[in-house]
């Protein structure tokens, strides 16, 4: 019996190792280039078995999770047959937002050389290295290539893969980003769907006669903003004479909270999500036979839980009776699943009530809510005969105040001197407070949250510049390329060096250099605010100093830690209008090749005579008075040039040791992410006194006492 138990239990170990393997098995590539960064995978997946950080948008604290948990896509037809000869009602084929088949469902396609999914750049992507390590992601990888002739437009980046569906549908995916600081903040995606018969990975063509009668194609976005409560979800473009289609998510004040948290509030202050993020419909073709922008798609808007198994699963997952429940959301949307009313006036088809207008104060006091809401659009019907095909982009696009905005804002908001300048329209903005203003009930509250609420005007702006993209073939004016970036730490100074590719685009003018202190992300760590970038030095045309490619950074304090980029900038002459100026001058991207381990000021080595402690005491309560941004860090100073540290507790025990070999005065015990004064086995040390013993080469040694206080 207890053999017969482990060979079951081993059958079902491999059977879900093989329905893992069967329902995801992807090949990605990611987008870096601006401020929103994604993975782009080659089946078009962006559903939970994708994994964790699909979408990464940089607000404070390096590129986090924020905004979208996953998303997911479907396409839906009638009355179809498969290649048996069976008729099946309704077909549905695509990678939802729980989790997706690359095997039967949405299968990605290789090209002649067995390459599933490439990514083009512009130009070369530049190399970054810190003390002679180097940052940068290795290039160039399978699939990837520098080749603006394969890029329709400026951008940056584009990844393209195609997709084969079990429908007959073939899908181009290409996926774009840019640098440029007018279009950092969205990712564009361009799909065209072809009616070529194929359901599989082999080029055999099973339904060369098949006709697809009224298919539509549906987006799920499952929203996540804030970590401390469930988003609002709203809409807008469902009205003719609206300038942009976006569905969309913001923060709420969380429920049972016994303060106006709307933002996330820290408790020292900072907002910690503030953030909109949406997703754009951009351009829907009106027919096979009409690639002119439908305005009137998507023709579904609406809003309900992710937990809804016949749309968050896979189709073979789900009955016949579950396919026609999601075709008639497709087609009809959810009024007839959980009588939802609709708005009238909107253009022809189906838009619920947006989500934070239908006087309930919190997302979870929906009867329908388990878990998270997710955003619906549904676009089509489109008839595809053999051969035919539509387009259809969209962009994902995040806006909000900045964090350096959100620390001002939320420091006068918790000292309760928040105050505001502009227009008393909070409510148009946060419209639930229209029915229950407890939720901000004092000035303080409704200015905090309305400053927050001039994320929706950025999320806007930003989501108008990609449809100007869109709309102008995706020319963007662009930048010089960034230079590659070398930053060496030396005895009184930190040199930064930059390469000389830049100087190839026509309008060159010249180099910025930028540096953050600390850290190279936003934060604020023991009341002392690190990772802002601030210009440090400019070259070339219009500044005080000549062209050159290298700079001395003279003005760094020991021990601390300085992250640099280097900015190329052109005078502006050839840039043609953009979505918000006219010829200015622009820079290339900074997160293209910004560092991100630190560079410290050295000195000269010292003997065994000159080394001190610093701090020392070492006082974790006051962290302002420690390494700005490494505020659990201990440095030995002037040291010989080459020597071994071994840190011993008070009672002899010998619990970390530091080889000392790069001929300066410093060495950091803690100068890394996962090692902030740490023992050999990772436990952080206690209070008391430590005994450094530094031995050099030659055996000569001397002790060294030191505090921690904890």
Known sequence: MR???????????????????????????????????????DSGDQSESAGEGTF???????????????????????????????????????????????????????DADGIYIHRYYRNQPPTVSVDGVRLDEPFPMEGDEVAPDKIPGTADVMVESWINTSMGITIHQRVFGWSQKHHDDYILYDWTFENTGNIDADAEIELPNQVLKDVYFQRANNWILPSASRPWNSSYGEFPGDSLRIMYAYPQRSRGADEDDFGNTRSNGFLRRPQYIGEAILHADTSPDDATD?????????????????????????????????????????????????????????????????????VRDFPWFNWRTCTYSSTGPYTLNPGDSFRIVWATVVGTISPEVAWKVGKE??????????????????????????????DNDRNKDRWICTGKDSLFANAWAAQWAVRNNYNVPVPPPAPSVDVMSLPDKITISWGTESEAASDFAGYKVYRATGAPDYNEEGGVVVGKWTKIYE?????????????????????????????????????????????????????????????????????????????NPFNVGAQELQFTGEPDKIMFMDLPPVCTIKIYSENGSLIKTLEHTNGSGDEAWGNV???????????????GIYIAHIETPDGESINVKFLIVR
Not at 9 to 32: E, P
Not at 305 to 321: C, F, V, Y
Request: some cysteine.
């Open 3 to 41: 053999k017969f138990s482990c060979l079951i239990g081993l059958l079902s170990l491999l059977f879900c190792l093989f329905m893992y393997q069967h329902s995801y098995a992807g090949v990605l590539k990611w987008i870096r280039a601006g401020k929103y960064q994604t993975k782009v995978i």
């Open 56 to 110: 990464a948008y940089y607000y404070f604290d390096a590129f986090t999770r924020s905004g979208i948990d996953h998303a997911g896509w479907q396409l839906g037809t009638k009355e179809w047959t498969d290649d048996k000869g069976n008729l099946w009602p309704v077909k549905i084929s695509g990678a939802p937002h729980g989790n997706s088949d690359e095997v039967l469902n949405t299968i990605p396609i290789p």
């Open 294 to 362: 439908n305005p009137a798609q998507p023709q579904m808007t609406a809003f309900q839980t992710a937990e809804l198994p016949w749309i968050k699963l896979r189709a073979e997952l789900n009955g016949p009776s579950d396919h026609a429940l999601l075709y008639e959301v497709m087609k009809n949307g959810f009024l007839g699943y959980d009588g939802t009313p609709e708005m009238e006036g909107t253009y022809p088809g189906h838009h619920s009530v947006r989500l934070d207008e239908r006087g309930v104060k919190f």
């Open 413 to 442: 908001w918790l000292a309760g001197t928040c105050t505001w300048d502009g227009a008393d329209d909070l409510e148009d903005y946060y419209p639930v407070l229209k029915d229950f203003p407890d939720l901000a009930p004092t």
């Open 539 to 615: 070259c070339g045309q219009g500044t005080s100093n000549a062209l050159t490619h290298s700079y001395d950074d003279t003005n760094a304090d020991r021990g601390i830690a300085y992250f640099y980029y280097v900015s190329a900038f052109d005078d502006g002459s050839e840039n043609t209008a953009d979505v918000r100026d006219v010829g200015s001058s622009l820079e290339s991207g900074e997160y293209v090749n910004r560092t991100t381990v630190g560079a410290h000021l050295t000195r000269s080595a010292g003997t065994l005579s000159s080394i001190r402690v610093v701090p």
């Open 673 to 687: 992410l996962l090692e902030h004064s740490t023992t050999e086995t990772g436990q952080i040390v206690v209070s």
